[in-house]
């Protein structure tokens, strides 16, 4: 298997895995940037990621066209995906998804979303909040269109995630992996903080040390991530798509 065809195998396991870890459910999606062409990326026909198959997956250039001529419809979001590559030569993965337990933190103005367990902190310190409203006005609140998506990833600048207010969360990731977990992750800690304030008293949030030693020299291929790789990746009926570490460059 090429290096690519491992690449777009990685992403139809990951599609599957954001499903099943009810990331994503009938919205929701996750790209990631052509290896050999930085301008250009992978992600789905507009389908649910829990159908994807290889035959699903759509090359686009950075203002988010098809390039190979296909004319199934697009996911009316892809501009997230394009306006985040665009912007972040060092994301390789985006995600954009709607998980209900981040949304709090993006409507309750003066509560920022912070790591607060040991697998939050790979969303950073910061968490920004966009609000498509403060340059656009009344819009449908979804990112249809590059000015939009660029306006989305301004408000990222340098952070991991940033959380969209009264719509979802777009997160990103150097690898596939990298991006799967920082998906998985994001919820799970916005869970931990929202029932720690509802138990009352002072909220204890990770150190800057302590959210830096737990980025520190990361590998997409350690054993401690591949283990959770695989673990998400049978638990979702994909364990023979995946390939072995060592198969990787
Ligand atoms: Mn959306």
Redo the contacts with the bound molecule.
């Keep these: 298997m090429s290096a690519l065809d491992t690449l777009l195998n990685d992403l139809i396991i990951a599609n599957k895995v954001l499903a099943k870890e009810e990331i994503v459910d009938a919205?929701?999606h996750i790209s990631v940037r052509h290896p050999d062409k930085p301008n250009h990326f992978f992600l789905a026909r507009s389908l649910a990621p829990e159908l994807i198959t290889r035959d699903d997956i759509v090359e686009h250039d950075l203002e988010c066209n098809s390039v190979n001529g296909d004319s199934r419809p697009l996911y009316l979001?892809r501009f997230i995906h394009g306006a985040i590559f665009e912007a972040r030569p060092d994301v390789n993965v985006v995600v954009?998804a709607?998980a209900e337990d981040i949304l709090p933190f993006g409507i309750a103005n003066g509560t920022p979303l912070r790591p607060v367990i040991h697998s939050g902190s790979f969303i950073g310190a910061n968490v920004p909040v966009w609000d498509i409203a403060d340059t656009f006005g009344d819009t449908n609140v979804?990112?249809a269109n590059m000015a939009q998506g660029r306006d989305l990833a301004k408000t990222l600048a340098g952070n991991n995630v940033a959380l969209m207010r009264g719509?979802?969360f777009a997160s990103t990731g150097r690898s596939i992996i990298e991006g799967v977990r920082m998906a998985v992750f994001l919820p799970r800690n916005a869970r931990a903080l929202m029932k720690a304030k509802m138990l009352g008293g002072d909220i204890k949030y990770l150190s800057q040390g302590e959210i830096d030693g737990r980025n520190k020299g990361y590998s997409p291929y350690s054993p401690e991530t591949w283990r959770t790789w695989e673990y998400w990746a049978n638990k979702c009926g994909c364990g023979h798509m995946l390939s072995k570490p060592d198969d990787k460059k």
Excluded: I, P, S
């Design positions: 919205y929701g979001e954009h709607h979804l990112v719509h979802g």
